[in-house]
């Protein structure tokens, strides 16, 4: 059977769009068939992939609110493997549409039940918020993936999160587990950074993953050319984080060796690669 996984943080900017686009590709490329739902109507997942969101036609919206089968709704990546179910600017109004619907927070649920054993990995990108959306998300899914920032007021808001979590657990889905806890935008050169890896690994111990994301030009520069870092810049450190991320995360699930496939940069794009500048600082 597939897994479902949420991948959420009601704090904004602290890596979980980035981890989402990067951690399912390499685990596309790792052998493993996915599926990337995004339900940020942000749409930066979506964006992410090279999906233009001026022309999407049909979303996630569809299947949430009017009843659309989701297996109609995927488009194909540029990596093998991987498939995405986008996002639009009509999700922004889901929240107040959801809210009478019956059964409003398993909306996301039933819709996933017709996809049962489809997919190795089903991950869900939500909005940074605690509200319906992400509700929905965490009642769907089998686990919570959390990207925590190295940043002091990251900190701040785990507690919030887990408290919803487990109001999920013993409301909506008492399955739902914590897969683990992601350390992203971790900057060697500063205290603050160590001090807040020292932080989450004493209160969350093993839930906390031990691959550590680091802050990287590449990692933020790849979605403006809408291209994952697999494809924008494969020997980055923010690559190799994230390679290691999916291999970590792979094991915890006793899953086997890779079965690595090749990917190349599309021809249309490769003017990303050949003119991206020598990466400075930490990476």
């Known amino acids: 059977m597939g897994q479902i996984i949420a991948c959420a943080n009601q704090k904004g900017g602290v890596g979980k769009t980035t ?3 990067n951690l399912s590709t390499y685990l596309a490329l790792a052998g493993d068939t996915v ?4 339900l940020d ?6 964006s992410g992939f090279g999906l233009d969101r001026s022309e999407i036609e049909h979303s996630i919206y569809e299947a949430i609110i009017e009843d659309a089968a989701v297996a ?14 986008p996002s639009s600017i009509s999700l922004a109004g889901a929240e107040v549409e ?3 619907l019956p059964q409003r927070e398993r909306r996301l649920s039933r819709i996933l039940a017709d996809l049962a054993g489809t997919y190795d990995y089903i991950l869900l990108d939500c909005p940074p918020s605690l509200g319906l959306l992400t509700v929905n998300a965490l009642t769907a899914a089998d686990a919570v993936v959390i990207p925590i920032q190295c940043e002091y007021y990251a900190l701040e808001g785990l507690s919030q999160l887990i408290a919803t979590i487990n109001l999920v657990r013993n409301h909506l889905n008492p399955e739902l587990a914590i897969k683990g806890v992601v350390l992203t935008m971790f900057d060697p050169r500063t205290n603050l950074s160590s001090e807040v890896d020292a932080e989450v690994r004493k209160h969350l111990g093993s839930a906390v993953f031990d691959t550590i994301i680091p802050r990287s030009v590449r990692l933020s520069e790849a979605p403006s050319y809408g291209l994952p870092i697999a494809l924008y810049r494969p020997d980055s450190k923010g690559a190799e984080a994230y390679a290691a991320l999916a291999a970590e995360l792979r094991e915890r699930d006793g899953r086997p060796a890779p ?5 190349s940069i599309p021809a249309g794009r490769k003017a990303a690669e050949q003119n991206a500048a020598p990466e400075v600082g930490p990476r």
């Open 19 to 21: 981890t989402v686009v």
């Open 35 to 38: 599926l990337v739902i995004d």
């Open 41 to 46: 109507p942000q749409g930066n997942t979506t």
């Open 72 to 85: 109609d709704l995927v488009v194909a990546t540029e990596i093998p493997g991987l498939s995405i179910v």
């Open 98 to 100: 959801l809210a009478p």
């Open 259 to 263: 079965v690595a496939r090749s990917v």
